[in-house]
């Protein structure tokens, strides 16, 4: 794995928290698995197939900020690898 960031190469392990912004809403992800965090500057790298499945998690919100009148939600959503880790 190389870090796009940096260049630095490292180890694909453990989870990200990435923070999605659109149409307003924030999407805050945690524990994403088969992600690395960049030991040289802190970057976080997703597998490119586990990146798209996220994006499929979080698309329907910010589609759903487009189309309704509510005031722009803050949205968590936490995958289990983070309780595990925390636990
Ligand atoms: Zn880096």
Redesign the pocket.
Known sequence: ME?L????TFEMSGVATQVYRRAGVVVTVTGIPAASV?P????AVLDWEVAQQVEDLVQPLFRWAESHTLPKPVVSITFPEALAIAA
Request: hydrophobic share 10%; charged share 10%; proline share 0%.
């Open positions: 870090c960031v940096c260049g630095e960049c040289n500057c802190g970057n």
